[in-house]
């Protein structure tokens, strides 16, 4: 069996946090040590699309179709966010949780989704579901926000900005559920 020859990939993340009087925001940079190209981040998932861009490019040929090069985080929709769920999914966070869970946006860019947790993995769903066990409702904006980390949950739900029905210990929990920021 012959051994494919891998290309060594190095990289240097700087990273920071800038606090506000209502949050904290992770940013930096990422520098590739053998180009010497460096590349600011705003947020968590935006710094783990820096690194997956240049270790694609480094080396594999294969590519994960929901990770879009250069995808600017503004340019991100609610469609966008919902379809990368079951990515950001942490089953270790989620055990012993069959659920399913409405998505109900309005607006620019809204629509119904609905995502099932089930043994372990999350799928995604367009439409309503014949039975949630929790729906929520909110702007697609707002609901990108909080994917994103821009906008806390709790305080959306606390200013009228999220609407939930059904279990609400459910969905207090769900952010737990998912890698968010």
């Not at 060594?8 to 990273?15: D, G, L, T």
């Not at 506000?20 to 053998?34: I, Y």
């Not at 600011?40 to 879009?68: K, M, Y």
Request: aromatic share 8%.
């Amino acid at each position: 069996m012959e051994r494919q020859r891998q290309r060594a990939i190095a990289f240097v993340v700087r990273i920071w946090l800038e606090e506000t009087q209502s949050e904290g925001r992770l940013r930096g940079e990422v520098a590739d040590l053998h180009t010497g190209e460096t590349r600011p981040f705003a947020n968590e998932i935006h710094l783990l699309r820096c690194l997956w861009t240049w270790i694609r490019r480094a080396g594999s040929r294969r590519s994960i179709p929901f990770i879009q090069e250069e995808e600017p985080m503004s340019s991100l929709t609610a469609r966008d966010v919902i379809m990368r769920m079951p990515e950001a999914f942490q089953p270790d966070k989620a055990q012993g949780v069959n659920a399913t869970i409405q998505y109900s946006l309005t607006g620019e860019g809204g629509g119904d989704w609905y995502i099932v947790i089930a043994e372990g993995a999350c799928s995604v769903h367009e439409g309503k579901a014949e039975k949630a066990d929790v729906t929520l409702t909110m702007d697609a904006q707002d609901f990108v926000d909080i994917a994103t980390g821009k906008l806390d949950a709790m305080k959306a739900f606390m200013g009228g900005k999220l609407k939930v029905s059904g279990n609400m210990m459910l969905a207090t929990r769900l952010t737990s559920f998912f890698r968010i920021g």
